[in-house]
């Protein structure tokens, strides 16, 4: 049996959590038992995702909505209401992200915090650039395909 996780993709904004999570959903549905059950309308959210997977019959939910704290906590009390073993979400690093996650660990998940975090350019210590985003994008993908291998390998271990 899956013990109840929450996998929270954390860090600053524009630094791409949720592309890596949407790459990683598209990853997980190539695996899924059936079509995912989208419960909310991509279209109408403004093209983040929150929606179920099955894998191995072990419900996997997704969010890829991380800027509103609010959007965050319905998504995953969405999720967990509908009985998700593991739930992978973005959100801001913030002190109210991390709080919400923690009341989450009292419902009985584990808390994974991870992060795709911006890397830099160190021109000088002093000076730290970003990186180009050619750079950024790959290793943003890196991350969703590994997160993806470690959800699916937990959904069949």
Known sequence: MVEPTIIANMGDGETGKSDSIKRAYEKLCKVADSVPLPLRDPEKFSGDVCAIITINEVKVGIVSHGDVITTIK?????????ECQIILASGRNSYKAICLLKSYYNKGYRIWR???????????????????????????????????NLIESWCYA
Do not use: M
């Open 74 to 82: 319905d998504c995953i009390d969405e999720l967990i209401r509908h």
């Open 114 to 148: 991870t992060s795709n975090a911006r890397i830099y350019e160190y021109i000088d210590t002093n000076n730290p650039r970003v990186a180009p985003k050619g750079i950024q994008t790959r290793f943003n993908e890196q991350w969703a395909d590994e997160i993806a």
